[in-house]
């Protein structure tokens, strides 16, 4: 019988879509150190981040739990846009993503400690930027700060004028979607 559910992360985002979502859960920030040398896209990376960041938290697990991994990704033209290292790479993220379309995606891994199963699924969610001007995106990076971001950008902070459009889960946009979470979690 598995009793706690835990998140993996320090990420405050994560946290509070999950407490919203009525889920019930303990924190434990995974030791995990993200591999960020690979910048060629694709779902068997993001998802093997998260399972690494969920699995990297079993052995500090005392009662039988389900372990949550998850790692966000922006890709813009087959890319994986990080997080800024400073300002300057700040700014030019969001001058690559000026006018375009690119695409969010969230990998969650659920792992139970005691049996060692895993669940993995995959949300992608699409995000199309406004031609944003120099004074814009300075004026973002001084005032939102997105160095710990996905490519630069948080969705839910966002000023007026920035997004154009975005198709798919917002909260997959912003962590973690707290649906394809639940359905993961029906499953154990």
């Known amino acids: 019988m598995v009793g706690k559910i835990i ?4 990420s405050p985002r994560r946290a509070d879509i999950l407490r919203k ?9 995974s030791p995990y150190v993200e591999d960020h040398t690979t910048t060629a896209f694709s779902y068997e990376f993001i998802e093997n981040l998260a399972y690494n960041k969920a699995k990297a938290v079993v052995p500090s697990v005392k009662e039988p739990s389900l372990i949550i991994g998850a790692d966000t990704v922006v890709v813009l033209d087959g890319q994986i846009l990080g997080k800024p290292h400073n300002r300057e790479n700040a700014f030019k993220m969001l ?5 375009k379309t690119h695409f ?4 969650i891994a659920v792992i139970n400690s005691e049996t060692s199963e895993c669940k993995i699924n995959s949300t992608t969610s699409y995000v199309t930027f406004e031609d944003l001007t120099d ?3 300075n004026f973002y990076i001084e005032n939102f700060k997105p160095f710990d971001k ?3 950008y948080g969705i839910q902070e966002m000023p007026e004028g920035y997004i154009r459009t975005y198709t798919g889960d917002l909260e997959n946009i912003i962590g973690i979607s ?3 979470l639940s359905e993961l979690l029906e499953q154990f």
């Open 150 to 152: 996905a490519g630069s």
């Open 104 to 107: 969010v995606v969230t990998s």
């Open 7 to 10: 998140l993996a992360s320090s």
């Open 135 to 137: 004074k814009q995106i």
């Open 95 to 99: 001058k690559m993503l000026s006018g």
């Open 178 to 180: 707290s649906k394809s």
């Open 21 to 29: 979502a009525k889920l019930e859960i303990g924190i434990m920030p």
